[in-house]
């Protein structure tokens, strides 16, 4: 045999291997049910993921994953939970977890949303219940350190769009919500007390839907604060209720009676810890309220979520007739 024969059988053999490797591949598997989810720990191996793949059925064999690893050696495989539902290729497969596409939740806190409201929607992801989560966050231990007389974590859940993957616990999701709030709260770098500043916010964040009108909002509170009167906040009456599990929709009169101590209507001064989960405007408002003597505000009969706002009764009231008359048209 010839020299140039047998160069051209060695091309002929390393092209063969070559496409025989590129068939394995780039060809689709699937050896599994509706879907499967593989598991990719920190600091696991890519051997570790290649047995994982192939024992899920996501690849035919791990060697095929190994063999794309070969061929791609600086990409770096990022450590998640994987969804699979389709047939994929090695190649495929191999770009998601380089990629670090990985499967998880999206649990959205709106802010001045509370923990019944977060219980709930965590619950709609099937993952826990609502009475699982709503024990966690009556525990005020994640929140302690910064806040001694926090009664709950209600306050301390802080709003934000939260990725949680199937095995996350209701403690778990109260340790990221707390811990979030820490952060948020660092950065306002205020000296100011956690509990009644967080406290205020809370009502600030229910009563105002504007951004620009939740200092002068914080202003009423607090003028009222100094007064000693009462807060009168509709809010807190329906936290009253929803603590004693007992809301119904509406406020009705037993309500505005109620001798909770979350009912500003019958008690003067802030209620024992936060009514809902406030947001960063709310909690600056609270800590820099606008300069006014307003003492009342209600709602403009425009539609437009803005409020009046009054320094004396009869002006109030004034206001207050003004809402009812929009209302009936």
Known sequence: MTLARRFGISILVVVAAAGW???RIARPYRAFGAET????????????LAAALERAGVIRSQWDFLLVRALSPMRVLR??????TQPASPLEVFDRVARGDAFYYTLVVPEGKNMFDIADAAANLGLFSAAEFLD?????ALIRSLD?????LEGFLFPSTYRIGRHTHAGTLCHLMTVRFRKAWSSLGSAAPVHSTVTLASLIEKESKLADERPRVAAVFVNRLRLGMALDCDPSTIYAALVEQRYRGAIHRSDLANENPYNTYRHAGLPPGPIANPGLDAIRAALQPADSDALYFVLRPDGSGAHQFSKD????QAAVAEYRRGQKK
């Open 21 to 23: 490797c590129v068939w």
């Open 37 to 48: 989810f593989v598991d990719f720990p920190r600091g696991a191996g890519s051997r570790t």
């Open 79 to 84: 450590a998640g939970e994987y969804r699979f």
């Open 136 to 140: 966690a966050a009556r525990d005020p």
């Open 313 to 316: 009764l009869v002006a109030h």
């Open 148 to 152: 001694p007389d926090a009664p709950t």
